[in-house]
């Protein structure tokens, strides 16, 4: 499969466009911390994956959906018009930054992201799941799994190397 795909949590179905992570198998970067151990597994590697991908990602848009009000409500456009607007905002933000470290529009921007965002109007609230997409996954997540053992096997990377790379 190749495109587009929004990376979700399992509040979602494994869904065509929808990239979920595994059910039932350890997820939260906690349950990581304090010597966990490494991946046993192609579904434990992705979803350790999938949930520093999901960190990154709200970490870098709680600024931009804080300053921009169309990326707080859901986005009816085209995925080609939704990353366009995406690029768009983080170049305002960026020049924003540049020009005016101190914003003097912070407090009310804070204000606005404190109230719901609820869009109103029709929202889709379910969609099948997909055996093509399921096993897509299935394919990225061994795909992933045999390249990191293959780096673990490596005699010039120790094992601890060996995890940064899960990162």
């Given at each position: 499969?190749t ?26 970067l ?19 994956r ?5 960190n ?8 931009l959906?804080?300053?921009w009000?169309?990326?707080?409500n ?5 995925i ?19 020009e005016?470290?101190?914003?003097p ?28 997409w399921?096993?897509?996954r299935?394919?990225?997540?061994i795909?992933m ?6 780096l ?11 995890v940064?790379?899960?990162?």
């Amino acid at each position: 499969m190749t495109g587009s795909y929004y990376l979700c949590d399992n509040e979602y179905g494994n869904v065509e466009g929808f990239l979920t992570p595994y059910r039932r198998v350890r997820y939260h970067l906690k349950e990581w911390d304090h010597g966990a151990g490494v991946p046993q597994s192609p579904q434990e590697l992705f979803n350790l994956r999938h949930a520093l991908a999901r960190n990154m990602i709200e970490r870098i848009f709680r600024p931009l959906k804080r300053h921009w009000g169309t990326l707080r409500n859901p986005s009816y456009y085209p995925i080609r018009v939704q990353n366009q607007i995406i690029i768009a905002c983080c170049l305002l933000h960026n020049f924003v930054r540049m020009e005016m470290p101190d914003d003097p529009l912070e407090p009310e921007v804070l204000d606005v992201t404190n109230r719901s965002n609820d869009p109103g109007g029709d929202v889709i609230s379910t969609l099948d799941t997909s055996p093509q997409w399921t096993s897509w996954r299935d394919d990225l997540a061994i795909d992933m799994y045999t390249d990191w053992m293959s780096l673990l096997s490596c005699p010039y990377y120790t094992q601890k190397l060996a995890v940064l790379y899960i990162m």
